[in-house]
């Protein structure tokens, strides 16, 4: 606890440090605007205090069960309190990225890493992904019949990539089948960009990019780096499968931000995808998206020889 209160404290004061002091030539409207961020990032930083005195509750007792050698115990725990830190984390969609609470999530999650070291690598899927699910069905058939017009596009994007790419996944402690990830985002397309200036083979945000090591400035983008991005979606994944346990919650996050997953779960208590869905907790696109990646991975695997998508991101259409 020790170790937290300064980060407590810079919770609480960072947002009057940060603010800039309006100059004496703003006219009462802008000081009252600028009165009006202050006390709101107060509030913020105030409750997200609160929910990291709370998530390191959860951290002692892991380290407590850590020390009489109960690793499941310890895994629980760890990651309830990454869901705590991860539920305050900014909507993505509002471009603000907290660095302290970013940071006390990637310790949470390392701590899950070091537990979580049997992450299958190789290219077969699970078999626990209920893959007969009615809407991995529909997109299949969509694959194999009105998308497959768009599959020669993919494909040569893809070979130009596919053997780096596997490298880096392996490396990283990611199952190549999650390959299918680039396929659904960009079709492999380094120039695809969203709406929300998700950019790249791997459509990253820019605070997601920065978090991970990718470089965004006026003379370069990282993002666009097929390597480079390349490696840091394998780490976020697996960061993701660390912090929920489950693939198809981990590729939910991706799609939808981890900060959004973590609320569904502390607000009910489901830790499982397709309950998610079938009780209309998820974005249309994020219960959408994830049955599309495990349909194209699937089809994939089973035959080397149809590669998916295009350049758009075919779970919207």
């Given at each position: 606890m020790s170790k937290l209160l300064p980060i407590i404290l810079i919770f609480i004061c960072y947002p009057f440090v940060q603010a800039q002091t309006p100059s004496v030539n703003q006219t009462p409207n802008n000081i009252?605007?600028?009165m009006?961020?202050?006390?709101?990032?107060t509030n913020v930083a105030s409750e997200a205090a609160s929910l990291v005195l709370e998530a390191n509750q959860y951290r002692h007792s892991a380290m407590e069960a850590l020390k009489v050698g109960?690793?499941?115990?310890?895994r629980k725990l760890f990651r309830q309190a990454a869901e705590v830190v991860a539920s305050a984390l900014p909507e993505r969609d509002e471009r603000r990225e907290d660095p302290f609470l970013s940071e006390y999530l990637?310790?949470?999650?390392?701590?899950?890493?070091?537990?979580?070291?049997a992450i299958k690598q190789d290219s077969v899927l699970p078999t626990d992904l209920n893959f007969s699910h009615q809407l991995i069905t529909e997109f299949s058939s969509y694959y194999q019949g009105r998308g497959r017009k768009q599959v020669a596009i993919s494909l040569t994007r893809f070979s130009q990539y596919e053997q780096m790419m596997k490298e880096i996944f392996q490396k990283e402690g990611v199952p190549e089948w999650l390959l299918a990830v680039g396929l659904v985002e960009s079709g492999y397309s380094r120039t695809a960009q969203s709406p929300k200036q998700a950019l790249g083979i791997w459509q990253f945000i820019p605070s997601t990019a920065n978090r991970y090591g990718l470089q965004i400035t006026e003379l370069i983008d990282e993002r666009q780096d097929p390597k480079k991005s390349t490696r840091a979606a394998a780490q976020y994944l697996r960061d993701l499968y660390a912090?929920?346990?489950?693939?198809?919650?981990?590729?939910a996050a991706y799609n939808a931000g981890e900060e959004r997953i973590a609320k569904i779960i502390r607000g009910t208590g489901i830790r499982n995808f397709w309950v998610m869905v079938d009780?209309?907790?998820?974005?249309?696109?994020?219960?959408?998206?994830?049955?599309?990646v495990l349909a194209?991975?699937?089809l994939m695997n089973s035959n080397k020889n149809i590669k998916l998508g295009d350049n758009r991101n075919v779970y919207s259409n």
């Open positions: 009252g605007h600028y009006d961020r202050v006390l709101e990032r109960n690793k499941d115990e310890a990637s310790e949470l999650t390392s701590e899950l890493l070091k537990l979580d070291t912090l929920f346990g489950d693939w198809t919650l981990a590729l009780k209309g907790l998820l974005p249309k696109e994020t219960a959408n998206y994830v049955p599309a194209s991975s699937k």
